[in-house]
Nanobody
């Protein structure tokens, strides 16, 4: 079965950095687009960043572009989210997810829609204080 396990969350001051990791198992990792999503208390889940299977196409929400970097290591079945210059608005439970599409991938804004992903990790908490 597909399993996704996030780690690396924590509490940081505004302006700080964190790197999240998502360890995947139970499927051919390199064949699937992966995404990072977040959900703050009282808000809907929103897409943060996505990356295609070969790390050739990435996409970011406008709110994090230039501050966050998504990457993956297919040899280790792991996807990462490097988060820099964090703000309190970044505080949320962060999830990684596997795309519904095999081999191909959702481009642009479609890659940040939760409905285009069907396997999810348990989440890792990020708290940014001012």
């Amino acid at each position: 079965e597909v399993q996704l396990v996030e780690s690396g969350g924590g509490s940081v001051q505004a302006g700080g950095s964190l790197r999240l990791s998502c360890a995947a198992s139970g499927y051919t990792f390199r064949n699937y687009q992966m995404g990072w999503f977040r959900q703050a208390v009282g808000k809907e889940r929103e897409g943060v960043a996505s990356i295609d299977g070969g790390s050739t196409d990435t996409y970011y929400a406008a709110s994090v572009k230039g501050r966050f970097t998504i990457s993956r290591d297919n040899a280790r079945n792991t996807v990462y989210l490097q988060m820099d210059r964090l703000t309190p608005e970044d505080s949320a439970l962060y999830y990684c997810a596997r795309s519904r599409s095999t081999y191909s991938y959702f481009p642009g804004t479609l890659s940040l829609l939760p409905g285009n992903y069907n396997d999810w990790g348990q989440g890792t908490q990020v708290t940014v204080s001012s």
